[in-house]
């Protein structure tokens, strides 16, 4: 669904690539014109996650971002669930790229799907952290959605505030992360018992 999507933002002359992103800055898909690597691809997804936050913490509420850079421009729009990143030529038609990206983006912000626990540890994270957030929300941004994973993660960022920022605020944000977790395996084992 949402790789259609990009596919016809991508026939839009100039549109050189285009990535859909969740809330989190996990790309979710992409479409390209050319060679790109996954890799470099998913760091702009973490970027613009971060730039978002940047934005909101400031008490600003961007929905859209233009950028126009010495070989061409990025459009970035906020969506409900995520973000919708282009990367375009300086060539491109601004007011058709506008009037497209509203054809499609009904489709796109159905197909992001956000994952709630991530959501409240990122929302922790920034709560408790404030503007020291951006390591750890970079871990969560890469971090997988298994159970052993979001652990994992948890772990690596309770040792990082305790090291680097704060040991009060290391205690803080190990027992809200716990008390989410904890509430995700009892909210999956209550969701499998009514499946069966």
Same mark, same amino acid.
């Given at each position: 669904?949402?790789?259609?999507?990009?596919?016809?933002?991508?026939?839009?002359?100039?549109?050189?690539?285009?990535?859909?992103?969740?809330?989190?800055g996990r790309m979710v898909e992409s479409s390209w014109q050319g060679d790109v690597e996954r890799a470099a691809a998913?760091?702009?997804?973490?970027?613009?996650?971060?730039?978002?936050?940047?934005?909101?913490?400031?008490?600003?509420?961007?929905?859209?971002?233009?950028?126009?850079?010495?070989?061409?421009?990025?459009?970035?729009?906020?969506?409900?669930?995520?973000?919708?990143?282009?990367?375009?030529?300086?060539?491109?038609?601004?007011?058709f790229l506008k009037e497209a990206i509203k054809r499609c983006e009904a489709e796109i912000i159905e197909g992001l799907?956000?994952?709630?626990?991530?959501?409240? !540890?990122?929302? *922790? /994270?920034? +709560?408790?952290?404030?503007?020291?957030?951006?390591?750890?929300? %970079?871990?969560? @941004?890469?971090?997988?959605?298994?159970?052993?994973? !979001?652990?994992? *993660? /948890?772990? +690596?960022?309770?040792?990082?505030?305790?090291?680097?920022?704060? %040991?009060?605020? @290391?205690?803080?944000?190990?027992?809200?992360?716990?008390?989410?977790?904890?509430?995700?395996?009892?909210?999956?084992?209550?969701?499998q018992g009514e499946e069966l």
């Amino acid at each position: 669904m949402i790789k259609d999507q990009l596919l016809f933002l991508s026939r839009v002359q100039g549109v050189k690539g285009s990535l859909a992103v969740d809330s989190n800055g996990r790309m979710v898909e992409s479409s390209w014109q050319g060679d790109v690597e996954r890799a470099a691809a998913e760091q702009v997804a973490v970027l613009v996650s971060l730039t978002f936050h940047g934005i909101n913490a400031e008490g600003g509420e961007a929905q859209e971002i233009y950028y126009t850079f010495e070989n061409g421009r990025v459009v970035i729009k906020k969506l409900p669930k995520g973000s919708l990143i282009l990367l375009c030529s300086h060539e491109v038609n601004m007011m058709f790229l506008k009037e497209a990206i509203k054809r499609c983006e009904a489709e796109i912000i159905e197909g992001l799907k956000e994952d709630e626990p991530v959501v409240l !540890l990122r929302k *922790t /994270c920034i +709560e408790l952290l404030g503007d020291q957030a951006t390591k750890p929300l %970079e871990m969560l @941004a890469v971090t997988g959605s298994s159970s052993k994973e !979001l652990h994992r *993660t /948890c772990k +690596e960022i309770e040792d990082f505030t305790r090291l680097l920022i704060d %040991e009060k605020k @290391a205690d803080q944000i190990a027992r809200r992360m716990r008390d989410i977790l904890r509430k995700q395996v009892i909210d999956n084992m209550t969701n499998q018992g009514e499946e069966l």
